[in-house]
C-alpha cells in the first residue's frame, strides 16, 4: 500500500465560497489517478470520518480528462464563514493535511 500523498503530485486545500473548502488532488500518472479512485479505502465515507462530517456533505468528483479529484467539504471552523471569529484559518489553506496518509491499495 501507499499513501496517497505518494501518489499525487498535488495535494492542496482552499475556500470553495466562504463556508465551504475544497481539496484538489492531482496526479501526474494516469494509472495512480485510477488506483485512487478505485481503492475501497478512498470514499466519501472515509473522508467524512477523517473530517468529522456526515457522509452526505461530501462531494468527491473526479475529472478524468486531467487526472484530477476535487473534494469539496463544509467550513468546520468560523459557522459564520470565512474570516469569522473562530476561524482558524481564513484561506481554508491548511485543511488537505487529514487525507496525506490515507492509505490506498
Known sequence: MARLGDLASVIRSK??????????????????????????????????RRYGIAEEDVALIPFERVRAIKITIPRRWGSRG???????????????????DLEID
Do not use: C, K
Not at 465551504?20 to 466519501?44: C, G, H, K, N, W
Not at 470565512?82 to 496525506?100: E, T
Open 15 to 48: 475556500n470553495a465560497g466562504p463556508f465551504q473548502v475544497t481539496i484538489d488532488i492531482m496526479f501526474a500518472d494516469a494509472s495512480e489517478y485510477r488506483r485512487t479512485l478505485e481503492s475501497p479505502r478512498f470514499t466519501s465515507a472515509e473522508i467524512a
Open 82 to 100: 470565512s474570516g469569522s471569529a473562530g476561524d482558524r484559518d481564513v484561506y481554508g489553506a491548511q485543511q488537505h493535511g487529514p487525507l496525506v
